[in-house]
């Protein structure tokens, strides 16, 4: 049995070292919300205040009235979802080394487990809802209307990604008051969508002179779009919002600035090891994450439906 000083050496050990793993490789997606607030001790926070577009009035007379106005202000907010954890136990004669260090297979699996979480959240927020009001309780659903449709520019039969789906998607979040010329949205490619997207001549031919990258497997922006790479639809990888990126059979592509979003964190990832007498004395290694990504404006969040390959 260790005594109480090796315990909290090896508590000490792998809160460092998942925590510098993390730090090292940190997940695909939750680092790309707009902003990031530690909300430890809160249940719920306004995120902050958006306001309907101010113009500027006419002057129409000399030392007249001001054109004051009112205007519509909206709060957002952001709730605590609730923490998850895992506790796997190490037998007495697996756990033959006290310390814990970054080779450690618990250290190494467990980094990968809360990074997985915190990308399986980040979905979960872009596809939930948004909420405002008063006391933020007020639900906001996703926008019916921010999408391109499965069948555009294809009378009626669906498609994958192709280029009249991408030009529509940039016209329609033009004509919503994204510039391009300012920003890139971003596109969540799946690999059937990343496999349409190396199929369009166009696409390919801006390889040629750019120093081969399509060669080597990596994808350009096009279009003024960047896109990422990421298996949405795997189980695995997203256990929690996997079903939520196909509906009805149409792959949904998350397409978002980043600014759209917010992620609140209230635990990063917390770890402490136990010796448990109850499990004759096998070693357990708590793990704890706790956060949540909300939508803040509706307008800078779509997605593109596209029809899996058979």
Request: glycine fraction near 10%.
């Amino acid at each position: 049995m260790a005594d109480g000083t090796t315990v909290e050496a090896a508590t000490v050990d792998y809160q460092n070292n998942v925590s510098f793993v993390i730090g090292e490789k940190p997940g695909k997606l939750y680092p790309l919300a707009g902003t990031t607030k530690n909300y430890a001790g809160a249940i719920s926070a306004k995120i902050d205040n958006e306001f309907d577009d101010i113009d500027l009035q006419d002057k129409t007379t000399k030392n007249g009235d001001t054109n004051n106005i009112d205007p519509n202000m909206r709060a957002r907010f952001i709730h605590k979802p609730g923490s998850a954890n895992i506790a796997p136990l190490i037998d007495r004669d697996a756990q033959k080394e006290t310390s814990v260090d970054l080779a450690s297979p618990v250290v190494t699996q467990t980094g990968k487990g809360v990074t997985r979480y915190h990308d399986d959240k980040f979905m979960l927020g872009f596809w939930g809802d948004g909420y405002t009001g008063e006391n933020g309780m007020t639900r906001v659903p996703f926008r019916a209307g921010n999408r391109v449709p499965i069948d555009f520019g294809s009378l009626g039969s669906g498609t994958g990604v192709t280029k009249k789906k991408l030009v529509e998607l940039r016209r329609v979040m033009e004509n919503s008051s994204i510039d391009f010329e300012e920003s890139s949205p971003i596109i969540l490619l799946d690999p059937d969508a990343e496999s349409d997207l190396f199929s369009i001549e166009e696409y390919i031919k801006l390889d040629y002179g750019d120093g081969a990258p399509l060669s080597r497997g990596e994808i350009k922006p096009w279009l003024g779009f960047r896109f990422m790479k990421a298996s949405l639809g795997n189980k695995k990888a997203y256990p929690r919002s996997w079903q939520l990126f196909n509906q009805g059979g149409i792959n949904r592509l998350p397409v978002f600035l980043p600014e759209g979003l917010h992620r609140g964190v209230w635990t990063e990832f917390f770890g402490r090891v136990t010796e448990r007498d109850d499990k004759q004395f096998s070693w357990q290694f708590y793990a704890e994450a706790e956060s949540a990504v909300v939508r803040v404006k509706e307008e800078l969040c779509w997605y593109l439906e596209a029809k899996p390959v058979a």
